[in-house]
């Protein structure tokens, strides 16, 4: 690996000659003599992974993988569209570095994320630094089953990933960095019918998300504390909530209660969750917040993987079962009553959510006009309701003023992250504030209405 880079402000010309020569592939000697061809055992014939013998002239096919799953914490999930023979010991491929991680930036910067980089300027000159790779690990393998393999990378500026913001022509967005995954020692990664293995220096590519702070940096125990407690408290809101919702709905259906204060509930979420459509960079904290209850507010209130089970396990009995046919049937009718019934109470908030997807729209490039216009929005609905009083309840109405009340402080929320405050840190903490204003809406509407307990 080679790395250089001039940061010296006066330097006025400078020229580099450099011969590089590049081998397609290593010869078989290079194979045998290199550290993973010792630790396999590898002969110009074979080699042995995972207990078993492999026939090197057998291995004609190929494997395809992807990169699954990136989360806010560095875990990546690598999905082989094989079943892989699992090593006994995993540590040699970390320490061969068969899978090297890429940080592809979105300015176009690369950074080699298998090792930590030490930076240091030279003693004649101050605009000089020398970059160190230092044979500290960065990523670990912490599961690999069957046709899963999990990895653990610890980013040194995790706060900095993904938190570009891009002007181009009529938009402004948030500029995604790239995990760039190369198996650059493919031997190690061969299918359960000694047939495949992955192609030499093959490559995946996934976007990263925001990236919050895990690493062992005293300096950020606190914030790793707090984010610990974030993830717990977004996990458990979303499941109370969902399980609230859910109740909700079959009461409605059966004993015929009022849907009222649960769809003004779900009204002022969904606007919540999809306030980063706007073309506003929010921090990791707050977007994994809103992240815990898209679902909820979408009404996706069945888990996925729950459907996923269900439609399998029927797929493999057999066609007559009348059983599942009368749950279907009983289902669909039910869904389609909830849709009517979601219609009908949704006509008079289209206004706001039109407002909305229109800025998201047509200002893509003016995201401090989309900011302003949730707050006028809020602001003429708190006028309307104070003036024309629209609701005979006065729970409803305390209500409504407090839904609007919270995006009406979301939206001043969303003026500072608009140029206003750069600091990465500083965004990250202000980020707290609209998770307190998030929560509080939770606890306020579980204390106060004790009947739909949401």
């Not at 990169?67 to 990546?76: A, E, R, Y």
């Not at 023979?85 to 940080?103: R, S, W």
């Not at 230092?134 to 089953?145: A, E």
Request: charged share 20%; glycine share 4%.
């Amino acid at each position: 690996m080679i790395i250089l880079r001039d940061s010296n402000e006066d330097q006025k010309s400078s020229q580099s000659l450099l011969e590089v020569k590049i081998n397609k592939e290593k010869s078989i000697e290079q194979e045998i003599s290199s550290p993973t061809g010792q630790y396999l055992q590898m002969t110009e014939t074979s080699f042995q992974i995972g207990g078993m013998v492999i026939n090197r002239k057998q291995l004609t096919g190929k494997i395809n993988a992807k990169v699954d799953k990136i989360d806010q914490f560095g875990q990546i999930k690598i999905r082989f569209d094989q079943k892989m023979i699992v090593p006994k010991d995993l540590h040699p491929i970390v320490e061969t570095n068969a899978i090297k991680l890429y940080l592809n930036k979105y300015d176009g910067e690369v950074q080699y994320l298998n090792k930590k980089e030490e930076y240091s300027l030279t003693p004649k000159n101050r605009y000089l630094e020398i970059i160190q790779v230092t044979s500290d690990k960065n990523w670990n393998i912490t599961d690999f089953v069957s046709n899963s393999l999990t990895i653990q990378i610890n980013f040194e500026k995790p706060l900095d990933i993904s938190s570009q913001r891009v002007s181009q022509l009529f938009q402004v967005f948030q500029g995604y960095d790239n995990l760039d995954v190369k198996f650059s020692e493919r031997y190690f990664f061969v299918s359960q019918d000694k047939k495949k293995t992955v192609s030499e220096n093959y490559e995946i590519s996934r976007e990263i998300p925001p990236q919050l702070p895990n690493d062992g940096n005293l300096n950020l125990l606190i914030i790793q504390a707090a984010t610990k407690a974030l993830v717990a408290l977004a996990s458990t809101a979303s499941s109370a909530v969902t399980g609230a919702i859910t109740s909700n709905i079959f009461l409605s259906l059966v004993m015929g209660l009022s849907l009222k204060k649960l769809w003004m509930l779900i009204q002022t979420l969904q606007i919540i969750v999809h306030l980063p459509l706007l073309s506003i960079t929010l921090p990791a904290n707050a977007a994994l917040c809103f992240k815990s209850i898209v679902d909820i507010s979408n009404m996706n209130i069945i888990p996925k993987e729950y459907i996923q089970a269900v439609l399998s396990t029927a797929s493999e009995q057999n066609s007559n079962n009348l059983g599942m046919l009368f749950f279907i049937l009983v289902f669909s009718v039910i869904l389609g009553l909830v849709t009517i019934l979601i219609r009908l109470l949704s006509r008079k908030y289209q206004i706001r959510r039109l407002v909305f997807a229109f800025s998201i729209v047509y200002f893509g490039d003016q995201p401090l006009l989309q900011a302003i216009l949730q707050i006028i929005c809020s602001l003429a609905l708190i006028v309307y309701l104070i003036h024309c009083k629209p609701y005979k309840s006065k729970i409803d109405f305390t209500f409504e003023i407090y839904n609007e009340a919270t995006l009406l402080s979301m939206s001043y929320f969303l003026i500072v992250y608009i140029d206003i405050v750069n600091d990465i840190k500083l965004r990250y903490d202000i980020g707290w504030y609209m998770i307190i204003l998030h929560q509080s809406f939770f606890f306020l509407r579980k204390q106060k209405m004790p009947m739909y307990n949401v």
